[in-house]
């Protein structure tokens, strides 16, 4: 069996389990530079909040209707996520960590437990030593415990945010439950051809022909179709490495000079080539993109971006520096406002590296680049390429942000004893 554990409106109850007035009351997280909301409670949802709506559009409703508005607190987050993952492991060796807030437990060679009272034991040990809530969904493959949970959590007054699909009965009734753009791994595109074909639901789903899904949606989709129908078939993913990596930011302010534009662009290609070489991989192609603020309407309009090809796979700060620039150079055009740059990298295994005759890496740059990293995880990012301009500190925009209580001293939770 297969547990999936997911953390009920996670970044929202992280903000409460350190202010317990929240309880039952809208809460919003917005995004980084407090741009947008990313995260909100049930309550908010119930209010009409929109995920992905600009933060700026909602002030006179964030004020009307009461609702707490937070920056987003990763280190908050992730330290929390920690604690949950941590306590989750204590029930089984196999577990996957699918999301900061999500999680799936095999459970193989537990046949004689009764595996819903051990997901109530996760959910009342969780609560009790992080006070985060969790809903458990248990399924003899992952595609179904996916469904699972999604039962656990939306009528949790009745199963205790536990619930276990252990029969066919069972089975059959959560997959017709299941609208087909609420399964797992059906992305927009594949849920309206579905529906174009009256599937509805993951019931009809599984009834299609093998060689249908197959044609119509890869071997991925048939996969898929084969969990669902309880064939277990999506085993425990290996940790895999990404294929691509994503830098971007809004600002915290417009820019209009190209050099503010180009330091931003160095040091998210900087950002993006320390994570490259965190996982052995390289890069072969770099996209980098500019936009204006599309909610400033008064404003001229413009995004572009181009796509730069590396003359050689490679890791190196200093070259995947290079290339962004390069594209940021081509793409900017003077006399706009500039609210968004990113850096996007596509990737190849460090392993499958091919050298041009004329490469244009320096062979030094591999040791340079792991004695920088070392530097850096030691003394917190201080050493730094010229393109990122040393001079200036570039501070994120969290107007709102709380405290970070588990993993700074200065900001520990106080309590008030009279």
Not at 134 to 144: H, Q, Y
Request: aromatic share 10%.
């Amino acid at each position: 069996m297969f547990a999936l554990v997911d953390c009920n409106n996670f970044y929202a109850s992280c903000e409460r389990v350190f202010d317990p007035s929240l309880r039952n009351k809208p809460v919003v997280v917005l995004s980084n530079n407090d741009g947008c909301v990313i995260a909100r409670s049930n309550e908010a949802k119930a209010m009409g909040i929109s995920m992905g709506a600009p933060a700026f559009q909602l002030e006179k409703d964030f004020e009307a209707k009461g609702i707490s508005v937070f920056s987003s607190n990763y280190s908050l987050y992730g330290d929390m996520s920690s604690r949950v993952m941590n306590i989750l492991s204590q029930f089984t060796p196999d577990i996957e960590i699918y999301s900061i807030d999500e999680s799936f437990l095999k459970f193989k060679g537990f046949e004689l437990y009764d595996l819903e009272r051990i997901g109530k034991e996760m959910v009342e040990r969780v609560a009790r030593q992080t006070g985060i809530p969790i809903s458990v969904g248990l399924a003899p493959t992952k595609a179904l415990a996916k469904i699972a949970n999604k039962i656990a959590k939306k009528f949790a007054d009745h199963t205790g945010s536990v619930y276990a699909i252990d029969s066919e009965e069972k089975k059959e009734k959560a997959l017709r439950w299941t609208k087909i753009g609420d399964v797992w791994g059906i992305g927009r595109q594949h849920e309206k051809k579905l529906l174009d074909i009256n599937v509805k639901n993951a019931w009809d789903f599984i009834q299609l022909p093998n060689e249908y899904t197959l044609k119509k949606m890869s071997v991925v989709g048939l996969r898929l179709k084969r969990d669902l129908s309880g064939e277990p078939t999506l085993d425990f993913e290996e940790v895999k490495n990404k294929k691509n990596i994503a830098v971007t930011r809004s600002f915290e302010k417009m820019y209009s000079e190209f050099d503010d534009l180009r330091e931003r662009v160095a040091t998210y290609a900087a950002k993006a080539a320390t994570k490259l070489r965190k996982q052995d991989s390289n890069c072969t192609l770099l996209y980098v993109f500019l936009i204006t603020n599309p909610f400033r309407t008064d404003l001229k309009q413009y995004r572009a971006n181009m796509v730069v090809k590396l003359s050689n796979p490679s890791n190196s700060t200093m070259l995947l520096t290079k290339a962004a620039l390069y594209g940021l150079k081509k793409i900017f055009k003077p006399g706009y406002q500039y609210k968004k740059a990113g850096v996007i990298i596509l990737i190849t295994p460090a392993s499958e590296q091919q050298l041009s005759l004329f490469s244009a890496e320096d062979p030094r740059h591999p040791i340079l680049m792991k004695t920088i990293d070392r530097l850096n995880q030691t003394e917190n990012g201080k050493v730094k390429f010229a393109g990122m301009d040393l001079g200036r500190t570039w501070i994120m925009k969290q107007e709102r942000l709380s405290n970070r209580y588990t993993s700074r001293i200065d900001e520990i939770i106080r309590i008030r004893c009279k």
